[in-house]
């Protein structure tokens, strides 16, 4: 079989495990300090002070989505994933989870939502993430959420690392978590099913691997960020937060 | 007067010029090492090769300005950047001239071209770039060029500090550079003259300051990237170039 021939969704699927395996951020570095316990608190607080830009603009991203998928039942789907982020009113949703988290390690909130002291880089890669959902086609955009493969090991090893090792840290701290463990797989199981469904031709299965590339990359840079700034050489640029 | 009144027209400029002082990227630590002859060839390959996907984005930067001014003679004006950088079939332009550099650091043309060894760093940075000159009014966009302010500087910086002190470049390889010493004072002569006229409330005035410091943070960010992945902790991402 040559290597431009059409892939068995069973043998996509594998070369989407093969993506995370050599680029998801859980071999990043600065993630093995970070649940290693490897960092000081205001270093932590850097990563959730950038993090969150991450997560407050998941469900525009979500939305970008919602709106381009043409079918109500796909829609209800995906607009679960904005349910999840934005909470209903009542339960908190991610958002407002991660602001815990943000609140739990000493930052002042209007602080961490005002994004005065985000890092550039981060603010570039999260904004790539939401025009990437916007000017790509709906099977790249769908196919960019699989990096969820992924996260349920890369959540249990900085749930677990950091409530070990960091004093400053504990699980209502962390009760963004949590749920995510079981959201991910829920939301997996849909994209996956969707990408190894919809990818008709192996021009297209290629488009599904590259957009998992692509949020891989993201995410890794987002570390790198990180690392430049306040781990190695810890230089954090003009007007960025200081710990 | 208090800190929200309007800006005389020099007083405009004064804060620009003070937003260079501060966060230009001739500061950068990556900067001095580059001119200052601290990097190794292929230290200086990697900037090579991710500025090139800065300057071979900025006609569409410059395009996408060009759809939106309203006149004649305000677009003629601007589509002048656009010759400077694509030349006019006969004059090399400034992404040829760039094309040059490459070459002359021994990297191969399609491979530079091709994009596949940029760090995802270098491309949000860049394209950050674009989408804003699409997404912000027409004022922020022409006052995001304003970093040419600053360049003549770094431009001798770069240039004599890399003639003198690396015996793998040359005149020659550097001729991307003597132009712009002529075409960014012309440049940056109009689009000051047009932000200090245009912004017309303080509010606008405030638009202005930020958008320099936007487009100063995103030159910067590429350094940062440079610096993360090839001096210190000197880690590229998966799939990045290395030299």
């Given at each position: 079989?040559?290597?431009?021939?059409?892939?068995?969704?069973?043998?996509?699927?594998?070369?989407?495990?093969?993506?995370?395996?050599?680029?998801?951020?859980?071999?990043?570095?600065?993630?093995?300090?970070?649940?290693?316990?490897?960092?000081?608190?205001?270093?932590?607080?850097?990563?959730?002070?950038?993090?969150?830009?991450?997560?407050?603009?998941?469900?525009?991203?979500?939305?970008?989505?919602?709106?381009?998928?043409?079918?109500?039942?796909?829609?209800?789907?995906?607009?679960?994933?904005?349910?999840?982020?934005?909470?209903?009113?009542?339960?908190?949703?991610?958002?407002?989870?991660?602001?815990?988290?943000?609140?739990?390690?000493?930052?002042?909130?209007?602080?961490?939502?005002?994004?005065?002291?985000?890092?550039?880089?981060?603010?570039?890669?999260?904004?790539?993430?939401?025009?990437?959902?916007?000017?790509?086609?709906?099977?790249?955009?769908?196919?960019?959420?699989?990096?969820?493969?992924?996260?349920?090991?890369?959540?249990?090893?900085?749930?677990?690392g950091m409530l070990?090792?960091y004093?400053?840290v504990?699980?209502?701290?962390?009760?963004?978590?949590?749920?995510?463990?079981?959201?991910?797989?829920?939301?997996?199981?849909?994209?996956?099913?969707?990408?190894?469904?919809?990818?008709?031709?192996?021009?297209?299965?290629?488009?599904?691997?590259?957009?998992?590339?692509?949020?891989?990359?993201?995410?890794?840079?987002?570390?790198?960020?990180?690392?430049?700034?306040?781990?190695?050489?810890?230089?954090?640029?003009?007007?960025?937060?200081?710990?």
């Open positions: 079989m040559s290597d431009s021939a059409f892939l068995s969704p069973q043998a996509l699927e594998e070369r989407l495990r093969a993506i995370g395996e050599e680029r998801y951020h859980i071999h990043h570095r600065f993630h093995h300090l970070l649940h290693g316990g490897k960092l000081s608190k205001g270093q932590v607080q850097a990563w959730a002070l950038n993090r969150y830009y991450y997560q407050a603009s998941i469900p525009a991203k979500d939305a970008s989505i919602v709106a381009r998928l043409p079918t109500p039942d796909l829609r209800r789907e995906w607009r679960r994933r904005i349910v999840d982020h934005d909470g209903d009113g009542s339960a908190p949703g991610g958002v407002e989870r991660w602001l815990a988290l943000t609140d739990g390690l000493g930052l002042d909130r209007d602080y961490v939502t005002s994004l005065a002291g985000l890092l550039p880089g981060t603010r570039y890669a999260v904004d790539a993430y939401v025009h990437f959902v916007k000017e790509r086609s709906v099977l790249e955009a769908v196919a960019s959420s699989l990096t969820e493969m992924f996260s349920p090991d890369i959540i249990s090893q900085r749930v677990s070990r090792n004093d400053f504990s699980e209502r701290t962390l009760a963004y978590f949590n749920p995510r463990l079981t959201q991910a797989p829920q939301d997996v199981a849909f994209a996956l099913d969707y990408v190894k469904r919809e990818a008709r031709t192996r021009a297209e299965q290629e488009l599904v691997l590259g957009a998992l590339r692509f949020k891989c990359d993201l995410l890794w840079a987002q570390l790198d960020a990180l690392h430049h700034a306040y781990v190695a050489p810890g230089l954090p640029p003009p007007g960025a937060f200081r710990p």
